[in-house]
C-alpha cells in the first residue's frame, strides 16, 4: 500500500499530465519550471512548481508590505484610493481571466501577478525616480523596482537567504514593463539563468531597455497590468476632484468606454480575441490606439498634475536626508541606528560581503513602506522635545 506522501505525489504527476492535454501548446508546464538549486522536498512534496512561488510570495515580508505602498496618489487621506496591494490582486484577477481564456497556466500568471510590484519603494514611481537618482549619484547604477523586486525575492528576502522561485516567475516580475505600450508582445523563449542574470545587469546600465518575457504568461500579466491600472487612475482621479468624466477623451470613451468597468471589460474582450490559438498576445489597432491616447491622457492630466505633485520636493529631500544618514551609521558602525536593528540584525554573511553600503542603504530604503518612511523621517530629524524640571 502507497503511504499518503506517495499518493499526493501521484496525485501531482497526474495533475502535470493533464496540462499536457488541458492547455495551449504555447502554455508553460508546471513539469518544465527552472530553480537555481534542487530543492528535494519540492520534488517529493505535493505541489505544483508555479502554485509553490505563489505561495512563497504570499508569504514574504515584502509582500505584506504592500499593504502600505502607494500606487499613484501618495499623502493623501482616502480610504478608497488604490493602494499597491489592491493593484497587485486586481493584475492577478485580469490576467487569470485572460489566462484561462487562452488555455494558459493560471498558477504561473498568479505568481507573477502577485510579485511583480515587490520592488517598489515607498511613495510610488516619485519614490523610485529618487532613489534612482541618489543610486546613480553614488555609483550604482539606476534603481528600478522590477530589478529590485527579483533582489528582495532572490537576496534579500528570510535574511539574505531569499526563495529559490522558478527563472519562469522571476523573469516576469523583470520584464513586466506596463508603462511601455505595444500592441503586440511576443515572448523570448530562449532564456536560462544565465541570460537573465545578464539582462539584469544590462537593464541597471540602460533603464530604457525593453525585456520581452520568456513564457505567454508574463506577457498576459503585463498586459494586465496596464489594463488593470489605466481605468482605475481615472477613476481615482475623478474621486479626488483632479479630473472630470466628460474630460476623458471622446475618441477613448467611444472605443473603451468611461468607467473603469468598461475599460477593463473592452481590453480583456479584445485582447483574448485577437489571442486567440497564436504563440503571441495582441489587442486589434482600433483598441490598441485608443489604449495609447487614453495612457497619454492619464500622463498629462493625472500623473503630472501639480496637484498630484504638491509635496514632490519635500519627499525627494527626505529620501536625500534619509539615506545620507544610513550611510553614515552604517559606516561609523551606529548599531542604535534602525537599519542595524531592523534590517541587518540576522542577515546572512553572503548579504553583507556582496553589497556595499549604499547598496544595503538602497534596499533598506526601497523596502519601507510610505508610514514607516514618514516615522523615520519624523523620528531622525524632528526629536521630540521633553520639558525638563529643574
Known amino acids: 500500500m502507497k503511504s499518503s506522501q506517495e499518493r499526493l505525489k501521484a496525485l501531482r504527476d497526474e495533475l502535470n ?12 508546464l508546471s513539469r518544465h519550471a527552472i530553480r537555481r538549486r534542487r530543492e528535494k522536498e519540492l520534488e517529493e512534496g505535493h505541489r505544483q512548481n508555479f502554485s509553490i512561488d505563489t505561495d ?3 508569504h514574504s515580508l515584502a509582500y505584506s508590505r504592500y499593504i502600505d505602498k502607494t500606487q499613484v ?15 497587485v490582486q486586481l493584475v492577478s ?4 481571466t485572460i489566462g484561462r481564456l487562452l488555455r494558459l497556466n493560471e498558477d504561473l500568471i498568479e505568481a507573477i501577478s502577485l510579485g511583480h510590484d515587490i520592488g517598489h519603494a515607498p511613495f510610488g514611481h516619485d519614490g523610485e525616480k529618487f532613489l534612482s537618482e541618489i543610486s546613480i549619484q553614488y555609483g550604482l547604477g539606476a534603481f528600478l523596482h522590477n530589478v529590485q523586486g527579483v533582489k528582495f525575492l532572490e537576496k534579500i528576502e528570510r535574511k539574505g537567504r531569499g526563495w529559490n522561485l522558478t527563472l519562469q516567475v522571476l523573469d516576469g516580475i523583470l520584464s513586466h514593463n506596463g508603462e511601455i505600450h505595444m500592441q503586440r508582445l511576443d515572448p523570448f523563449r530562449k532564456k536560462d539563468f544565465k541570460r537573465f542574470d545578464r539582462e539584469m545587469i544590462q537593464k541597471i546600465r540602460d533603464p530604457e531597455l525593453d525585456t520581452m518575457p520568456m513564457t505567454l504568461e508574463g506577457c498576459v500579466v503585463r498586459v494586465a497590468d496596464t489594463i488593470s491600472y489605466i481605468g482605475r487612475d481615472v477613476e481615482d482621479a475623478i474621486r479626488l476632484g483632479i479630473i472630470k468624466r466628460e474630460d476623458l477623451p471622446k475618441e477613448c470613451v467611444k472605443v473603451l468606454g468611461d468607467t473603469n468597468g468598461s475599460i477593463v471589460y473592452r481590453l480583456v474582450e479584445d485582447i483574448v ?8 498576445i ?7 490606439e485608443a489604449l495609447r491616447k487614453l495612457k497619454s491622457f492619464n500622463y498629462r492630466y493625472i500623473y ?6 504638491s509635496q514632490q520636493e519635500k519627499i525627494r529631500l527626505m529620501f536625500e536626508l534619509l539615506f545620507e544618514r544610513y550611510l553614515k551609521d552604517l559606516k561609523e558602525g551606529n548599531e542604535d541606528s534602525d537599519i542595524f536593528k531592523e534590517y541587518l540584525r540576522g542577515m546572512s554573511e553572503d ?8 547598496e544595503i542603504v538602497r534596499d533598506f530604503i526601497s523596502g519601507m513602506t510610505d508610514e514607516y518612511f514618514l516615522s523615520q523621517c519624523k523620528k531622525l530629524f524632528l526629536p521630540e522635545v521633553r520639558f525638563i524640571r529643574i
Not at 495582441?282 to 490598441?288: K, L, M, R
Open 351 to 358: 548579504y553583507l560581503s556582496e553589497n556595499c553600503p549604499e
Open 282 to 288: 495582441s489587442f486589434s489597432t482600433e483598441v490598441a
Open 304 to 309: 503630472t498634475n501639480k496637484k498630484v505633485k
Open 73 to 87: 496618489f501618495y499623502l493623501i487621506k482616502n480610504d478608497h484610493i488604490t493602494h499597491r496591494v489592491l493593484h
Open 17 to 28: 499530465r493533464e496540462e499536457e492535454d488541458r492547455l495551449s501548446p504555447w502554455a508553460t
Open 56 to 58: 512563497r510570495i504570499l
Open 273 to 280: 480575441a485577437n489571442s486567440l490559438e497564436r504563440p503571441y
Open 93 to 96: 484577477k485580469i490576467a487569470r
